[in-house]
């Protein structure tokens, strides 16, 4: 699978939009770009994925380049909440059956 | 949505003593469910993929022997960690996901203390 770069950390003010970047320049043609979340100390939480097109959905956008060498996840209006560890993961066919290997991710801080 | 329920949530135990974690789909069912091991401060590592009604596929340098994964049905498998030692102390994960959705469901996670 094709591997991701993503910010160490970020920090957002609260109510405010949070744009969070991801390269992954080798993805190859079939591979999707996939979004996951991970708050302190519980499981991962799957937000949004997509392969070409840009995507939405009630928790986020998905930004995905004409190259789809980069993406962005966007959360509109950032809450205390939305505080985690957020990961791009490229790879899967966009069935269930694929693998996810995960990076470090970016730690989103939303603050007051 | 879809939802993963993972048991117990936090279990303490003494060395060489076994220790059974399940994970469970509750509302679908899944022919393939994924095993995470995440030490503190670092990333979710994949350790193996359960397979309903055959072996667990182990990534390179899990222990099949040390950690058994059993997948007897289409919502629930399970890992034993097998003589455990301080060292296999950290959080397990599981995950599946409906068909065709794309996305995964995690479990709550469970805290593995070996003392």
């Known amino acids: 699978d094709a591997k991701t770069t993503q910010p160490t950390s970020m920090d957002c003010a609260e109510g405010r939009a949070a744009n969070l970047p991801c390269n992954h320049s080798t993805i190859s043609g079939n591979e999707y770009v996939y979004w996951y979340r991970q708050i302190h100390s519980q499981g991962p939480q799957y937000i949004i994925h997509?392969?070409?097109n840009n995507e939405t959905n009630e928790m986020a956008s998905l930004i995905i380049t004409e190259d789809r060498k980069s993406s962005t996840l966007i959360l509109p209006h950032a809450t205390l909440r939305d505080t985690a560890v957020y990961y791009c993961i490229v790879g899967g066919s966009g069935g269930s059956n694929y693998k996810l290997t995960f990076g470090k991710g970016t730690l989103l801080t939303v603050n007051p | 949505g879809a939802v993963v329920s993972q048991h117990p949530s936090r279990v303490i135990c003494k060395s060489g003593t076994s220790v059974k974690i399940e994970c469970r789909s509750l509302?679908?069912?899944?022919?393939?469910m994924f095993w995470y091991r995440q030490f503190p401060k670092q990333s979710l590592m994949l350790m193996a993929t359960s397979n309903e009604g055959s072996k667990a596929t182990y990534e390179q340098g899990v222990e099949k022997d040390k950690f058994l994964i059993n997948h007897a049905s289409l919502t629930l498998s399970t890992l034993t960690v097998t003589s455990a030692h301080p060292e296999d102390s950290s959080f397990y994960i599981c995950s599946a996901a409906p068909t065709g959705t794309g996305g995964y469901t995690f479990g709550s996670g469970t805290r593995l203390t070996v003392v």
């Open positions: 997509g392969l070409k």
């Open positions: 509302d679908f069912q899944a022919t393939t």
